[in-house]
Every structure is written in structure tokens, then in C-alpha cells.
């Protein structure tokens, strides 16, 4: 109640002009996750701090420049291990953007097969195994002649398999699927005939509550291969990625309210998986899902308030 009344206070001063007043841009990426993250940030943000709120599509790559100008205020899903020139350049460099803290989910890109697939070819489970043409023809399609296919997602997902696939000498053809919806419905449709598919994907994900899948066993990351991005040499794994959340550099001068609940803004692999899987089957949308997970589970965000 007494939460309530100070929103109304709120509410009454910024009709008065008594106190500064700005819209908050928030960004949605191309994926669940990102989707269901930022509906979470604006209930709470316009049901608990009055404030007004916009949530904007828009790719990985692009909001960099937003976020640096202030036309973007805030992003709370980045994937750090596909961003590392931005982060030099905005955050390091030019400190436009500022990182604001782990948003609690920790994320892995991976290939992925059907278990379907190990089961029946042990050797699959490792890069090794798809050395040879007679398993990349297993995976041929009419796109890709001889070679096999290796479907990746979104244009605009930062991925590196194109590289991943020359410099470990695979007779693979990366096929860019187009979504994240042409993705599943591409697993879909070649699970049902238990057919071969070697694909892009990530965790946390429900995905993987619906369909056994195995992570090919690529070379370890490291550091050192990821030097070699530039020179197109990366020739090992995806990392696990401590998803950040990043900000306009000026958003804690400006509404440090705002800026404080995003800081503070954090939850687990669990709460988000819960919410994608209601996006994902088409039960809800990423709104609706988020403000479930907002009802459900107000002794979590209350400890974000300012």
C-alpha cells in the first residue's frame, strides 16, 4: 500500500512539472530471452517508479550507436563473447556506454545436434566426427550440394561458424535460417523424421526441455582464438557468456532512479526459462509472460526498487 500511495505522489508531481520526467528506451534483440527481460524491467518500471517506458526492436549490432547517443537507454542482455570490439570501442574507449552489472543468467552457444544422431553415430558428438564427406553428405541438402549443411540463425546474431568451419577444414555450408522461428521450426521438422540436423543454438533456452539435443564437442576456447577474430581464424568453441546488462554512460545523472533499478536488476537461468517457454509454445506473449513472472514473484524485484 504505502508503495502505491508514493506512485500516486509520484504521478501528481510529474503532472505539476515538479519533478524532472523522461521516457525510458529499452531494447529487444531477436530472442526470447531479450524479449521477456525487457517486459519484465518496464511493468515494473511504470507499475513501481512511474516512469514511462518504451521497448524498442532492435539487432545486437546496431544498438550500440543508440545506446552511446542516449536514444537507447538501456540493454539487458548482452552476450559479451560476440561483442568484444563494441565493449572496447563503446564502453572502454569512448565510455559512452557503461556495463551495469551480471543480469544472473549465464549463456552458451553451442552446435547442436539431435541425440538421435550420437546415438546412432558416436563419433558425432565431436567436431572429429564430421571431418569426413561421407558424414557431411549425411547432412547435404539441396542448398549445399556435397557439402553438408550447418543452419545457422538470425543474420543479425553475432556467430562465427562460418570461421569455426574453414579453419577446422569441415565440408560444411553455413545456411542462414533467417529467425530463431526458422531455427525451431527447422529442429522441428527434421526431429519428427529423425532426420540429421546440425544447427546454431543456446542456453538457457526451453528448447531443451522439449528436445534431447547434444552440444558437439568443439576445441576449448580461449582467449588466444578469440584474438584471431579479426583475421577470421577462430577455430574453437563458443564460451560461457556472463550476460551483462549495458546502459548510456549518462543514464545515472540523468534518471538515477531508473539507472539504480537496472543495477540492481537480476534474476536466474530458472525464472528466465520459465518465461521463454510460455513465449516459445505460442501460450503467451513475451508481455504477458513477463508480467506472470511479476506477479508470481514480487520478493525477488523488490529488492531492485531504489
Not at 249 to 277: R, S, V
Request: proline share 4%.
Amino acid at each position: 500500500m504505502k508503495r502505491h500511495i508514493i506512485q500516486l505522489i509520484s504521478l501528481f508531481l510529474v503532472g505539476l512539472g515538479s519533478v524532472g520526467f523522461s521516457q525510458i528506451t529499452l531494447c529487444e534483440n531477436s530472442w526470447s530471452g531479450s524479449s521477456v527481460n525487457a517486459y519484465v524491467a518496464k511493468i515494473l518500471l511504470e507499475q513501481e517508479l512511474a516512469k514511462e517506458v518504451e521497448v524498442i526492436t532492435i539487432d545486437e549490432n546496431s544498438m550500440w550507436a543508440g545506446l552511446g547517443s542516449g536514444e537507447i537507454s538501456a540493454c539487458l542482455e548482452l552476450w559479451p563473447s560476440g561483442h568484444q570490439e563494441n565493449i572496447a570501442e563503446y564502453i572502454d574507449k569512448q565510455q559512452v556506454v557503461e556495463n551495469i552489472g551480471p543480469l544472473g543468467v549465464i549463456g552458451k552457444i553451442s552446435w547442436y545436434i539431435p541425440t538421435y544422431m550420437v546415438e546412432s553415430n558416436p563419433e558425432l558428438a565431436t567436431w572429429e566426427g564430421f571431418k569426413s564427406p561421407e558424414v557431411a553428405a549425411m547432412f547435404a541438402t539441396a542448398q549445399t550440394g556435397d557439402k553438408g549443411q550447418f543452419l545457422a540463425g538470425d543474420p543479425a546474431y553475432v556467430q562465427y561458424d562460418e570461421q569455426i568451419i574453414n579453419n577446422l577444414g569441415l565440408d560444411f555450408q553455413v545456411v542462414v535460417g533467417g529467425s530463431e522461428q526458422a531455427l525451431l521450426a527447422a529442429l522441428d521438422s527434421a526431429y519428427s523424421r529423425q532426420e540429421p540436423i546440425l544447427f546454431y543454438f543456446w542456453t538457457p533456452h526451453s528448447i531443451h526441455a522439449e528436445y534431447d539435443l547434444t552440444a558437439v564437442k568443439l576445441p576449448d576456447y580461449s582467449a588466444e582464438c578469440y584474438a584471431k577474430i579479426p583475421e577470421n581464424g577462430v577455430d574453437c568453441d563458443y564460451p560461457d557468456d556472463v550476460l551483462f546488462k549495458v546502459a548510456n554512460a549518462e543514464l545515472k545523472n540523468t534518471d538515477p532512479e531508473t539507472y539504480t533499478f537496472l543495477t540492481n536488476f537480476n534474476y536466474t537461468n530458472d525464472d528466465q526459462i520459465g518465461m521463454i517457454a510460455k513465449v516459445d509454445s505460442g501460450e503467451m506473449t513475451a508481455e504477458e509472460a513477463a508480467q506472470e513472472w511479476v506477479d508470481n514473484n514480487e520478493a525477488v524485484w523488490s529488492t531492485w526498487l531504489p
